[in-house]
């Protein structure tokens, strides 16, 4: 069969790939405990269920207009004001179906062939494919655990060239839980103040922050930079509704006119019935996100703490978000890890070692690599503490047996 070159350079979510290879062993009795999705393990909320229960009754099951009903576009600028002190008008939001679609066809709208996306490393995993996906360029850069993860402005001025169309910021993020304060966001505006650069914010994780962590938006820097910042956002993650599928942006009326357009002509409308309960999600009761962070915080201090007694780990407590990220290169320097070399076959150490803590521990974590680094894995706490106590124990004596 002949294959476009478009998704011959792309290759599938390598998170979605670890909860289904763990859903697949448990499926034949294999006890697995499954650190690899990205959801909150928490139901949706009752009040957003019977939302769409009423949608249903009431007939709102037909199409909508494409980028979405003008009572949810109402709830999102509502949304932005009360949350992020930022005003919209209604042909500057949109709504898409799900935040990976957001990110999707913003890329499809703004990039040309070459055009460049500054992207720091670790990423979440669809950054980069979304922009080749578009015929963009990936412009990765590196950050490091000793600077939280966190891209300065001095690599951002470097990474900047006469192709650079767009720069992404994911704070909190995904994989790492690390977030720019204030002062950070507003060294890197200072870098794309005078630049005809898009700053791309995906706001995703934007609730789930700990220890008082303050949210700050490049948007909020100045009027400035609110014209040139295109913010993303969705349900997912804040209502437990991953499987909803809505997500929303906001920005220049002029992007998202296009985005308007593609929507139009490739997916239509997101779901009506989802958006309805987004409505309420957004509007309704805010109670079970507080419920929802303090059990996400008691979970973070027990895996942090746990993950950094494991011999060859070092792990960073995330600021927010529901992932710890640790450091396993000291796992590569052990004794016995040329035995993990020898069984699996992957060029990859942090795809070897997930794989071993797969068959050995019966524990499912994502490899570095997936995110760009190799020098990583990831686990979602969004699992119970028994897991989590469990699960870590379990990758601690896996480990052992190497040392
Ligand atoms: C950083 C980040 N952005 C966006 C998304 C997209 O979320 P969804 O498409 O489920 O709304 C995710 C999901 O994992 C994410 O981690």
Known sequence: MKFSDRILKIKPSPTLEVTALANALKAKGIDVIGFGTGEPDFDTPDNIKQAAIRAIEAGKTKYTPAGGIPELKKAVIEKFKRD???????????????????????????LNRGD????????????????????????????????????????????ITGRTRAVVINSPSNPTGSAYTRQEIEALAEVVEDRDILMVSDDMYESILYDGFEFFN????????????????????????TGWRIGYMAGDASIVE???????????????????????????????????VAAFDRRRKIIVEAL???????????????????????????Q?????????????????????????????????????????????????????IEGVLRIDEAVRKLS
Request: with cysteine; glycine share 6%; charged share 20%.
């Open 116 to 159: 460049e996306v500054i992207i720091s490393s670790p990423y979440w995993v669809s950054y980069p494919p979304m922009t080749e996906l578009a015929d963009g360029t990936p412009v990765i850069v590196d950050t490091t655990e000793e600077r939280g993860f966190k891209m300065t402005p001095d690599q951002l001025e470097r990474a």
């Open 258 to 292: 296009r985005v308007d357009t593609l929507q139009s002509q490739s997916t239509s409308n997101p779901t009506s019935i989802s958006q309805w309960a987004a409505v309420e999600a957004i509007n309704g009761d805010q109670g079970m996100i507080k419920e929802m």
């Open 336 to 388: 016995g890890w040329q035995r993990v070399i020898e069984k699996y076959k992957s060029e990859y150490n942090s795809s070897r070692l997930s794989s071993y803590l797969l068959e050995e521990a019966r524990v499912a974590v994502v490899p570095g690599i997936a995110f760009g680094s190799d020098a990583h894995i990831r686990l979602s706490f969004a699992t119970s503490d028994k897991n989590i």
């Open 218 to 241: 490049i948007a909020n820097v100045s009027d400035k930079m609110k014209k040139k910042t295109i913010v993303m956002n969705g349900v997912s993650k804040t209502y437990s509704m």
């Open 84 to 110: 992020n002190r930022l005003e919209y008008k209604p042909s500057e939001v949109i709504i898409n179906s799900g935040g990976k679609h957001s990110f999707y066809n913003l890329m499809q709208v703004i």
């Open 308 to 334: 950094n007694r494991v011999p060859g780990f070092t792990c960073l407590s995330p600021n927010g978000a529901f992932y710890a990220f640790p450091g396993v290169e000291g796992v590569y320097r052990m």
